[in-house]
């Protein structure tokens, strides 16, 4: 004997079936396309990110400050593919509690080379306004995180060999 369909079913599948007619898209079967999916992509890249910048404000206390100017410029991105005002922080509580300036930086790394295969699968112009955007500022981060893991100022016993300044040969 054949199943018979409950009425709330029944129910659901008519007011799905006369949703799809009214607005011209097929809800049933319908598959999102490349871009809609890329952006899906971005949004939970850029989400991660902004987990993995909560572990590192966690961990990296002397550098709390630019790292939470950092995380700051992911919930921006967020905004560019989400179409909201602003994004909100929102530590996953069951994510990184702590990530070091190289894991952070390698995170950056990998994103960076997410946007730049990603400028090769489409031809929309936002979509690709979005990605040139995100690129930029991810390049500026891992200057600045790599500035973290090797600060400028030599040490004070520090010796170059040809200096050209007086009295340190």
Not at 18 to 26: E, H, K, M, R
Not at 78 to 83: E, P
Not at 94 to 105: H, M, W
Not at 126 to 138: H, K, T, Y
Request: aromatic residues 6%; contains cysteine.
């Amino acid at each position: 004997m054949g199943k018979i369909m409950n009425r709330r079913t029944l129910l659901l599948s008519s007011s799905v079936i006369a949703l799809s007619a009214c607005s011209g898209n097929s809800f049933i079967g319908s598959k999102p396309s490349a871009d809609e999916l890329m952006v899906q992509e971005f949004i939970q890249r850029e989400t991660a990110l902004v987990d993995i910048y909560f572990a590192g404000i966690n961990q990296e206390r002397s550098y709390r400050t630019q790292l939470i100017q950092l995380r700051n410029h992911h919930l921006d991105h967020l905004t560019l593919w989400t179409n909201e005002v602003s994004a909100t922080p929102n530590p996953s509580p069951t994510g990184l509690q702590v990530a070091s300036i190289t894991q952070l930086l390698l995170a950056e790394e990998e994103h960076l080379n997410f946007c730049l295969t990603s400028c090769l699968l489409t031809d929309d112009k936002q979509i690709l306004q979005n990605i040139g955007q995100i690129a930029s500022s991810v390049t500026q981060h891992i200057y600045w995180l790599n500035k973290m893991i090797t600060p400028a100022v030599p040490k004070p016993n520090a010796s170059y060999e040809g200096s050209d300044i007086e009295g340190t040969e």
